[in-house]
Every structure is written in C-alpha cells, then in structure tokens.
C-alpha cells in the first residue's frame, strides 16, 4: 500500500517561491513502473496536472504548460522523496496541492497525498 | 475552462441510475487517449474508480462503470446509495496541450 505524506509551509508571499515536498512508503522514487508527479485543485481552475518525474535509467521530467517557466519537480533519493518548486507565485497560485503516483503506461494517478492549501498572500 | 466537459451537477433517488458524461476532442478522447474517473468526497483527495475507459479498480462496485463513444466517455452509476455523493471528475491525456488534464467535475447529489 503506497502512502504520500505531504510537508511544506501553507502561505506563501507573492513573487516567492512554493516549495513542498512528498515523502514515499510503500514504494521507491527510483520505481521503473511510476511516476511521480504533482496536482492542484483550485476553484477557478479546477485539477491541474503541473508535472511530473521519473526514472527509467536516467531522470526525466515533464511539466505542464501552464506552469512551465516557474516549475521544478526533483527527486531525492536518499529520503525517498519528491519535491515541488513553483517560483514567482501569484495569488492565482492559491490552490489545494496533492503529490501523486501516476501508473505509468496506463496514464492515471492511483495514489495521492493529504493535500496541502497553500495561500499566497502578503 | 477545463479542457474536458462535464456537467457541473446530476442528481437521482436512492436506487436511480445516472449517468455523467465527459466531453473532450479529437486531441484528446478522440484520439483515442483512455478515459480515467475519480470520485472527490468532501475534504479529501481523489481517488480512482475508473482506468482505461472500462475497468473498476480492485473494489469499486459493480454499480460503477465507464463507457466511451467518438470524442466523449460517460460515467454511470447505477443503484444510487447515499454514499455516493460526491464529486466526479473525468481525466485523460492531450496531444495538442502535452499535457493530463481533466474535466471540471460533476456533483452529484443523491436526493
């Protein structure tokens, strides 16, 4: 039974930068069959996949449109973690974050974290 | 605007059957990309009933099933309980967008 724990802080000011991060058990980071990747849920936007990253001999990373200029997902594989790093965040920002599990060559996220509101705002 | 459309509501008695569409196009359903869905209960993450258009994760009721046609796949419940209630979102892949992207959710209300 995979489990994500999510950490990170809840408010964030504008024009600094999100970070979280996504604790893994009951799977590996390194895992050839997952990727991991990162979700927000917003009222005016609803689900937003913002990216993802795996391995499969090497590192790879995907991320998505929206968020492609300001966004970094990285792998720590001494902690068995993933982190998010979203820069010069706006109010448009403020979103319910979930880490994820995606099955890869099936397409769909099968296991998410908590969820973590964060709030930009001075 | 989320990329896939889905009614924002639907509503049945206990027992009725619904159904929950979820419209996309030809970069995405229509080019044949799977059709995932996910129920959303209050204050919690999502979670997956439906993978690949057609199959039930291991134990999702039979009373839950997804079907597809063109550039549009559906969600169906049938024998409504009043767990149930909940959010339902639809969720495949887009060529165009390179990008996962989801439909902006149904609530269902079990009257």
């Known amino acids: 039974q995979v489990q994500l724990q999510q950490s990170g802080p809840g408010l964030v000011k504008p024009s600094q930068t999100l970070s979280l991060t996504c604790t893994i058990s009951?799977?590996?980071?390194?895992?050839?069959?997952?990727?991991w990747t990162w979700i927000r849920q917003s009222p005016s936007r609803g689900l937003e996949w913002l990216g993802r990253t795996y391995y499969r001999s090497e590192w790879y990373d995907n991320y998505g449109v929206s968020v492609k200029s300001r966004i970094t997902i990285k792998a720590d594989t001494s902690k068995n973690q993933f982190s998010l790093d979203l820069i010069s965040v706006t109010p448009e920002d403020t979103a319910v974050y979930y880490c994820?599990?995606?099955?890869?060559?099936?397409?769909?996220?099968?296991?998410w974290g908590q969820g973590t509101l964060v709030t930009v705002s001075s | 605007q989320s990329v896939l459309t889905q009614p924002p509501s639907v509503s049945g008695a206990p027992g009725q059957r619904v159904t929950i569409s979820c419209t996309g196009s030809s970069s995405n359903i229509g080019a044949n990309y799977d059709v995932h869905w996910y129920q959303q209960l209050p204050g919690a993450a999502p979670k997956v009933l439906i993978y690949g258009d057609t199959n039930r994760l291991s134990g999702v009721p039979d009373r839950f099933s997804g079907s597809r046609s063109g550039t549009s796949a559906s969600l169906a419940i049938t024998g409504l309980q009043a767990e149930d209630e909940a959010d339902y979102y639809c969720q495949s892949y887009d060529n165009s967008l390179t990008d996962w992207v989801f439909g902006g959710g149904t609530k269902l209300t079990v009257l």
């Open positions: 009951g799977d590996s980071v390194s895992s050839n069959s997952a990727a």
């Open positions: 994820g599990r995606e099955v890869t060559d099936a397409y769909y996220f099968d296991s």
